[in-house]
């Protein structure tokens, strides 16, 4: 696991966008898994930035959502479809029909949707780069503490913590969902590259169980530590309860200087 430390939220942004353009230059077709949340919006603002200055292009790329919301209604603007257009695919030009997310016709099974949904990760080739957030639960995607480290696509009954995070983006009348379906762990474990982002005092705790707690369903987020290429992004704050700071850091330039001289590390697949 690479941990980076930066200073802020927008370093954090800047860096996470400059790794997802280092996947579209050696593979300009690449899957990407998306999050939806507060934290990705200023790597997607950035990457909005670069593409409309030419710097890069979305236009071969496939996405899958980690997650959506069950139960709400078709275009309802609290969806995470509608939050992906609103901060990316509408500001991008990665094409409408290459984007999915895990959703639920009206009327449809939603039992059927996480294997379909599966079934069409594996038919793209995978996930070549996937994008994570961490709640303060050490929750990833929406697999809330508990839920099993073979998990795969699926209904996930969201925790009462997760659904109070979350009701800030709801008017107080308005229907909040208690179901989501999230993809599972070993699904985001398939991913070839994962970079997780966590930035605020807040995610201090869970980040110190992803990266140095043990290995256990209660903190799902730790399960990265048994993936080859994760790469962790946090500002000062949410480093805060790391207890290996200085060795981070030290290793970060030491990898740093080995990518200087010898290619960035997408150059190795
Ligand atoms: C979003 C997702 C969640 C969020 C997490 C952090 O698609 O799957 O795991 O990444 O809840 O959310 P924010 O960034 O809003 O703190």
């Given at each position: 696991m690479e941990?980076?430390?930066?200073?802020?939220?927008?370093?954090?942004?800047?860096?996470?966008?400059?790794?997802?353009?280092?996947?579209?230059?050696?593979?300009p077709q690449a899957v990407f898994g998306f999050a939806t949340g507060g934290t990705p919006r200023a790597?997607?603002?950035?990457?909005?930035?670069?593409?409309?200055?030419?710097?890069?292009?979305f236009s071969r790329s496939t996405s899958f959502n980690l997650d959506?919301?069950?139960?709400?209604?078709?275009?309802?603007?609290?969806?995470?479809?509608?939050?992906?257009?609103?901060?990316?695919?509408?500001?991008?030009?990665?094409?409408?029909?290459?984007?999915?997310?895990?959703?639920?016709?009206p009327g449809?099974?939603?039992?059927?949707?996480?294997?379909?949904?599966?079934?069409?990760?594996?038919?793209?080739?995978?996930?070549?780069?996937q994008i994570l957030g961490i709640g303060h639960n050490g929750h990833i995607g929406f697999n809330e503490p508990s839920s099993s480290l073979a998990s795969r696509t699926r209904v996930?009954?969201?925790?009462?913590?997760t659904l109070?995070?979350?009701?800030?983006?709801?008017?107080?009348d308005e229907f909040q969902p208690r179901l989501a379906i999230t993809m599972g762990i070993a699904t985001i474990m398939e991913a070839r590259r994962i970079l997780l982002l966590a930035t605020g005092e807040a995610k201090a705790a869970a980040v110190a169980g992803l990266v140095e707690g043990p290995v256990t369903a209660m903190c799902?987020?730790?399960?990265?530590?048994?993936?080859?290429?994760?790469?962790?992004?946090?500002?000062?704050?949410?480093?805060?309860?790391l207890r290996h700071r200085a060795y981070y850091d030290l290793a970060y330039r030491e990898n740093r200087a080995l990518k200087e001289r010898f290619g960035d590390f997408y150059a190795a697949d």
């Amino acid at each position: 696991m690479e941990v980076v430390i930066l200073k802020d939220a927008d370093d954090v942004a800047v860096h996470g966008a400059a790794l997802v353009e280092a996947m579209l230059r050696v593979k300009p077709q690449a899957v990407f898994g998306f999050a939806t949340g507060g934290t990705p919006r200023a790597l997607y603002r950035r990457l909005a930035e670069r593409q409309r200055a030419g710097e890069v292009s979305f236009s071969r790329s496939t996405s899958f959502n980690l997650d959506e919301y069950l139960g709400l209604p078709p275009d309802s603007p609290q969806s995470y479809r509608a939050y992906m257009r609103r901060e990316f695919f509408d500001r991008v030009d990665i094409d409408p029909a290459a984007t999915h997310l895990p959703e639920c016709a009206p009327g449809e099974d939603p039992q059927r949707v996480g294997p379909r949904y599966e079934a069409m990760i594996r038919e793209a080739g995978g996930i070549d780069l996937q994008i994570l957030g961490i709640g303060h639960n050490g929750h990833i995607g929406f697999n809330e503490p508990s839920s099993s480290l073979a998990s795969r696509t699926r209904v996930k009954t969201l925790t009462p913590r997760t659904l109070e995070a979350n009701s800030r983006l709801f008017d107080d009348d308005e229907f909040q969902p208690r179901l989501a379906i999230t993809m599972g762990i070993a699904t985001i474990m398939e991913a070839r590259r994962i970079l997780l982002l966590a930035t605020g005092e807040a995610k201090a705790a869970a980040v110190a169980g992803l990266v140095e707690g043990p290995v256990t369903a209660m903190c799902p987020a730790s399960a990265l530590q048994l993936h080859e290429r994760v790469t962790v992004l946090l500002d000062e704050a949410a480093a805060a309860k790391l207890r290996h700071r200085a060795y981070y850091d030290l290793a970060y330039r030491e990898n740093r200087a080995l990518k200087e001289r010898f290619g960035d590390f997408y150059a190795a697949d």
